[in-house]
């Protein structure tokens, strides 16, 4: 079906809102989540089935509760089907983190920084060497969060580090710079956005994600050698 671009940015807006209400209030149906977010529950119902299709959600059956009918199935975020990667990039050392949706680290390494070499280079490697790392038929990474110390603007840095990820298999996940990492239980702002109780009409984004899909440059084997 075809969206405008109004009506693309909306539905992402609802699902982000969907998966940050269920980080803070895991269980919750869907009718409970369509009043919590003030939004229709044919429209909640829709949304939530393209997260359980696409492994964002999972649904269990809640224990009888000795009442008559049934008792709705709640809903959860997957645990750790969808991984986040962090990167830290100092003047001295970087560092790499592979976290579940519930902030359960995976994996971590770092390196330090050899004077005359590029850090994002070296960042770009550790990133692809931790995809390897954690990788499984079932697993995807969906965001990689990068608070970097070093010169130059973030929309730069993005599109740098975009470039040296291209034809890798991280090519296409979105970026984000910042200057404080993101930690807690809830997803980080890459993912889920500043969404407000009542949800933003059309035209009001989540969040800023830069994303790189230009044609190609360094092959994978060249950022794991």
Do not use: F
């Not at 992402?12 to 869907?30: Q, V």
């Not at 269990?60 to 709705?72: D, H, N």
């Not at 590029?118 to 990689?144: D, F, G, H, N, W």
């Not at 990492?181 to 035209?203: F, K, T, Y």
């Amino acid at each position: 079906m075809y969206l405008s671009r109004e009506e693309a940015l909306a539905r992402d807006t609802n699902r982000m809102a969907i998966l940050r209400h269920l980080c803070t209030n895991p269980g919750t149906a869907r009718r409970a989540l369509a009043d919590a977010l003030d939004v229709p529950l044919s429209t909640i119902a829709g949304l939530v089935s393209g997260l359980l299709e696409e492994g964002w959600l999972e649904k269990r059956e809640a224990p009888p509760s000795g009442q008559r009918g049934r008792t709705p199935a709640g809903l959860y975020v997957q645990p750790d089907r969808l991984v986040l990667l962090s990167a830290e990039i100092r003047i001295d050392r970087l560092g790499v983190v592979a976290r579940t949706l519930a902030s359960e680290s995976l994996a971590n390494d770092e390196t330090a920084h050899v004077p005359g070499t590029s850090a994002l280079v070296t960042a770009a490697k550790l990133l692809v060497r931790m995809q390897a790392r954690v990788y499984s038929p079932e697993r995807r990474v969906i965001c990689i969060h990068v608070r970097a110390c070093v010169g130059g603007s973030e929309a730069g840095l993005v599109q740098q580090l975009g470039e040296l990820l291209r034809g890798t298999p991280l090519r296409g996940v979105p970026l984000r710079m910042q200057g404080e990492m993101h930690g807690g239980q809830s997803l980080p702002e890459p993912v889920l956005g500043a969404v407000p109780a009542r949800l933003a009409a059309a035209g009001h984004t989540a969040t800023a994600i830069a994303r790189d899909r230009s044609a190609s440059l360094p092959a994978a084997d060249s950022l794991v050698s």
